[in-house]
């Protein structure tokens, strides 16, 4: 249910993480005047690692982490499948295991929490029919990362409903027939989240996010959504699929003809608004269910838990860089289809990739000359580790144990 978070770092210095063999940190710097930028920064698998300047307010370099635990878990290629508790305590451990970050040293500064739903209609059409959110109109927003969706923005926490498939599908990824909605509440201030004592990761995770599903349900009881079907022909068709109609009601009108649409909508046959809330639950309590019998022969973050069968299409990786390559044909490893992928649409990941397989020798290219070189390098990358593999090994030569494929 989590995806998007925003921490400061705590109980770790910055030298561990700049050691760190795993992070290649970076500092922007004004070709103009030759300044420095105010943070180094790094990134994997999606995750932006800062750590700040000193400042007399934080003398001791304040460090922050960014970005989706859950395309983390996707080696930071996509978010559309399933990731719950399982997958989240794995990435944790993840987390741990690679740059000793312990959940109790991950203060919360942003947070969303969310579900992927298969919906009985086409999400395209279910977006048109929601109008509000409480009082705040749901707006069209488009982003090059997520595509297009609706949100309300709130004081303290914004409302996104959105179109997961087609995104996905418009960037190449083999996203099945179903149709995919994700609803999400992102934070934005942490005053809701320390009232129920969360104040921290571990905060998060020993209060339960099975008990954010009331939360979200909340939330989508309180979008004014307006049912075609429902109110066919009846006296209220025309007036309550207008929105500027709803805006411009004082609060008891506002009050009184709401509930007056979710008489009409709960008593057509379809419900399709129940409907959506019941899944939004069942999804919900699918993600929270702790599987203890998790198999220790699982390569992390390799095999989901929630996610169901083992052959994903849409998590097949790189070989040298370990990236998603779900994008691309009948490939071992990130080429030119790839790169191009996250070049429109993850320049954290193209920056990352770029800073390790492009010589400085074509840092001022074009990005279309970059991504032929940056591929060639990581085809170069593969044939050097087949060659070391080879001397090591010497094809024909006996073994002591048989090398099993991984």
Same mark, same amino acid.
């Given at each position: 249910?989590?995806?998007?978070?925003?921490?400061?770092?705590?109980?770790?210095?910055?030298?561990?993480?700049?050691?760190?063999? !795993?992070?290649?940190?970076?500092?922007?710097?004004?070709?103009?005047?030759?300044?420095?930028?105010?943070?180094?920064?790094?990134?994997?698998?999606?995750?932006?690692?800062?750590?700040?300047?000193?400042?007399?307010?934080?003398?001791?370099?304040?460090?922050?982490?960014?970005?989706?635990?859950?395309?983390?878990?996707?080696?930071?290629?996509?978010?559309?499948?399933?990731?719950?508790?399982?997958?989240?305590?794995?990435?944790?451990?993840?987390?741990?295991?690679?740059?000793?970050?312990?959940?109790? /040293?991950?203060?919360?500064?942003?947070?969303?929490?969310?579900?992927?739903?298969?919906?009985? !209609?086409?999400?395209?059409?279910?977006?048109? *029919?929601?109008?509000?959110? &409480?009082?705040?109109?749901?707006?069209? =927003?488009?982003?090059?990362?997520?595509? /297009?969706?609706?949100?309300?923005?709130?004081?303290?926490?914004?409302? &996104?409903?959105?179109?997961?498939?087609?995104?996905? +599908?418009?960037?190449?990824?083999?996203?099945? #027939?179903?149709?995919?909605?994700?609803?999400?509440?992102?934070?934005?201030?942490?005053?809701?989240?320390?009232?129920?004592?969360?104040?921290?990761?571990?905060?998060?995770?020993?209060?339960?996010?099975?008990?954010?599903?009331?939360?979200?349900? +909340?939330?989508?009881?309180?979008?004014?959504?307006?049912?075609?079907?429902?109110?066919?022909?009846?006296?209220?068709? /025309?007036?309550?699929?207008?929105?500027?109609?709803?805006?411009?009601?004082?609060?008891?009108?506002?009050?009184?003809?709401?509930?007056?649409? +979710?008489?009409?909508?709960?008593?057509?046959?379809?419900?399709?608004?129940?409907?959506?809330?019941?899944?939004?639950?069942?999804?919900?309590?699918?993600?929270?269910?702790?599987?203890?019998?998790?198999?220790?022969? @699982?390569?992390?973050?390799?095999?989901?838990?929630?996610?169901?069968? /083992?052959?994903?299409?849409?998590? $097949?990786?790189?070989?040298?860089?370990?990236?998603?390559?779900?994008?691309?044909?009948?490939? *071992?490893?990130?080429? @030119?289809?790839?790169?191009?992928?996250?070049?429109?649409?993850?320049?954290?990941?193209?920056?990352?990739? #770029?800073?390790?397989? !492009?010589?400085?020798?074509?840092?001022?290219?074009? @990005?279309? %000359?970059?991504?032929?070189? =940056?591929?060639?390098?990581?085809?170069?990358? +593969?044939?050097?580790?087949?060659?070391? $593999?080879?001397?090591?090994? %010497?094809?024909?030569?006996?073994?002591?144990?048989?090398?099993?494929?991984?």
């Amino acid at each position: 249910m989590i995806d998007f978070v925003k921490f400061n770092l705590l109980g770790i210095a910055p030298e561990h993480l700049e050691q760190n063999p !795993l992070l290649d940190f970076y500092n922007k710097v004004n070709t103009k005047t030759g300044q420095l930028g105010k943070y180094l920064n790094a990134y994997y698998k999606g995750l932006e690692f800062r750590i700040f300047e000193r400042t007399t307010a934080n003398p001791e370099q304040r460090i922050t982490v960014e970005g989706s635990l859950h395309k983390y878990w996707n080696n930071g290629a996509h978010n559309f499948n399933d990731f719950g508790i399982n997958e989240i305590n794995e990435v944790v451990k993840d987390l741990n295991n690679k740059f000793g970050i312990t959940s109790i /040293n991950c203060v919360l500064k942003q947070l969303e929490i969310g579900v992927n739903i298969n919906t009985p !209609l086409k999400t395209k059409t279910l977006l048109k *029919q929601c109008l509000l959110h &409480k009082t705040d109109r749901l707006k069209w =927003i488009f982003t090059k990362d997520e595509g /297009n969706y609706i949100q309300a923005q709130h004081q303290r926490y914004i409302l &996104k409903i959105y179109d997961k498939r087609t995104h996905y +599908k418009n960037k190449g990824f083999p996203v099945g #027939k179903d149709e995919i909605m994700r609803i999400e509440v992102k934070y934005r201030k942490m005053i809701d989240l320390n009232a129920k004592g969360i104040y921290n990761l571990q905060d998060l995770l020993n209060y339960g996010l099975g008990k954010f599903t009331p939360v979200l349900l +909340k939330h989508w009881q309180d979008v004014i959504f307006y049912d075609f079907k429902a109110l066919e022909g009846t006296q209220y068709e /025309n007036t309550y699929s207008n929105p500027n109609y709803w805006e411009n009601l004082n609060y008891e009108s506002l009050k009184t003809n709401r509930n007056n649409l +979710k008489k009409i909508t709960k008593e057509h046959p379809e419900n399709v608004k129940y409907k959506i809330a019941e899944l939004i639950k069942q999804k919900a309590d699918f993600l929270n269910s702790e599987n203890t019998e998790i198999n220790p022969l @699982h390569i992390r973050l390799i095999t989901g838990v929630s996610t169901p069968g /083992n052959n994903d299409p849409n998590r $097949q990786f790189c070989k040298v860089t370990g990236f998603n390559i779900s994008m691309q044909k009948d490939s *071992q490893m990130l080429s @030119h289809t790839g790169l191009y992928y996250y070049y429109k649409t993850d320049r954290k990941i193209f920056d990352e990739v #770029k800073r390790k397989y !492009l010589s400085n020798k074509w840092l001022k290219a074009d @990005h279309k %000359t970059q991504i032929k070189q =940056i591929a060639k390098n990581i085809r170069h990358t +593969k044939t050097n580790q087949e060659r070391k $593999q080879e001397r090591l090994y %010497t094809p024909g030569q006996p073994l002591l144990f048989e090398l099993q494929p991984v």
